[in-house]
């Protein structure tokens, strides 16, 4: 049998149901990992052993009787310190949550107990998931995986390090300007953004209310599908839950077949601002799945280069109103990076904010045309690989640019718009470096991403390399 902090959470699944391994077996296989690997990298931020072992009993005794749940059933999960966590240390990365311990789970940490999840502990987040490299937290940086010198991306950097080292065969995330997607760039992972509204954002810190998204770090499209089947829905204590249906079974849709797929290329602001050999992985990846029958075209979706501005004032707004108590009397507890954004959202106007709002229904407008035409969008994950951690700038054709905005370049459209996005391995740069390929659907329609995701992932083994640590 293969070691089992190698394997994909359906993979897991399966030999559990062949009786080959159990839930215990498996959650100690995860944390004698976390124990020898953690030190490096800097994941998780907090452990319960026991009570991991008590849940991964507990699975087993339940498979044992006959009452198995499904194939998240007796697997563990970590989640990222947004999460609140009954009974377990929930800070936002951040000091002034510095032992705070919930008294109740937020809704999808609820749901995928009630599907059978074990938890291992809590991942790293850039604090209060306010930053794309997760080096400002209580806990310090994260490192990455590939190269413990560079950046995990963030700010679900925790989760990402630590389902591409093995300590976790998944993790949950949050994405308001790429904070999944990002990550799963950088570490050579499987990472999904559904739509907004798709899965509960309650119990979850905010950063920002009308761009948060929940969702999962992942091996592949399958496990990503696996976590989405297990959490969407709608919630009635949170405000922006659709109501929209869920599809009964998601994996049943994922056949592979993208034959009939028409893959739109925007290579106006997309590829003209990425790095020229990771623009050059997210070709090769085009390629493939041209090969597999997929009409690959280029398109053109105007006013991308608003993006930035446009999220960054409502990021401001949004943020500073939620923090503004503590702004009052706690600044100074902050990190500096994070208060320094907090306290520019104090001098941000009403009218910035309303003319960024107004920039998502047009962005969201000429998004919808493409959509017109072709059935998914692609583009590279990140602009660039890795950086190195503390690196405040990066080189991008020719040009010094900052590392924080040039991270958020391609994620950040999807946020504005709101639109369900996955982020799958395709390649590494000379070195050594992991680079993603970006797939977006119609909101809604993470079937139809996930299923090209899955198609690219059995045409390919990206998503099956392992760092070496």
């Avoid at 991403?449 to 083994?461: E, F, K, V």
Wanted: hydrophobic share 40%; net charge negative; with cysteine.
């Amino acid at each position: 049998m293969s070691d089992l902090t190698s394997l994909e959470v359906h993979e897991l699944a399966a030999l559990l149901v062949q009786g080959e391994t159990s839930p215990v077996e498996i959650t100690a296989a995860f944390l004698n990992r976390i124990g020898s690997v953690n030190p490096l990298l800097n994941a998780f931020v907090s452990m319960d052993e026991e009570r991991a072992l008590s849940e991964a009993r507990q699975a087993e005794a339940e498979i044992a009787e006959g009452r198995y749940k499904g194939a998240l059933h007796g697997i563990p999960i970590a989640h990222k310190d947004l999460y609140a966590t009954s009974g377990m240390l929930t800070t936002g990365g951040s000091k002034l949550l510095e032992g705070n311990t919930p008294d109740e789970d937020a809704t999808v940490v609820a749901a995928l107990k009630a599907a059978g999840m074990v938890t291992l502990g809590k991942t790293n987040t850039h604090e209060f998931a306010y930053g794309p490299t997760n080096e400002n937290s209580l806990f310090g940086p994260v490192r990455n995986p590939w190269n413990t010198s560079r950046i995990s991306g963030g700010s679900s950097g925790g989760s990402a390090a630590a389902v591409a080292a093995g300590l976790a065969p998944i993790a949950s995330g949050t994405d308001t300007g790429g904070s999944i997607r990002i990550p799963a760039a950088c570490c050579s992972l499987t990472g999904l953004k559904p739509t907004y509204g798709r899965i509960s954002r309650s119990g979850i810190l905010p950063l920002c209310w009308t761009m948060d998204h929940p969702g999962p770090l992942a091996r592949s499209a399958r496990d990503a599908a696996l976590f989405l089947q297990a959490t969407a829905g709608f919630d009635h204590t949170d405000a922006a839950s659709s109501q929209a249906r869920v599809p009964d079974n998601y994996l049943a849709m994922m056949t592979g077949d993208v034959s009939k797929l028409k893959i739109g290329v925007v290579r106006n602001y997309f590829f003209d601002g990425t790095q020229e050999h990771v623009a050059a992985l997210a070709e090769d990846a085009l390629g493939v799945l041209a090969a597999l029958g997929a009409e690959v075209v280029d398109i053109q979706v105007p006013h991308m280069e608003m993006s930035a501005a446009a999220a960054l004032a409502i990021y401001l707004a949004e943020a500073t109103a939620y923090h503004d108590d503590w702004l009052g009397d706690r600044a100074d507890e902050y990190t500096e990076q994070v208060r320094t954004f907090l306290e520019l959202g104090n001098h941000l106007l009403a009218k910035d904010y309303l003319h960024a709002q107004r920039f998502r229904t047009l962005l969201g407008h000429s998004i919808a045309k493409a959509f017109e035409s072709v059935d998914v969008i692609a583009t590279p994950a990140v602009a660039m690989t890795a950086t190195p951690i503390g690196e405040p700038k990066v080189t991008i054709r020719g040009q010094d640019e900052a590392v924080f905005g040039a991270l958020l370049r391609n994620t950040e459209p999807f946020n504005l718009t709101g639109l369900p996005a996955v982020v799958v391995p395709c390649g590494f740069d000379c070195e050594g470096m992991p680079s993603g390929l970006q797939l977006v659907g119609p909101a809604f329609a993470e079937e139809r991403i996930l299923n090209a995701a899955h198609g690219y992932q059995l045409a390919t083994d990206w998503h099956r390399r392992r760092p070496q640590n």
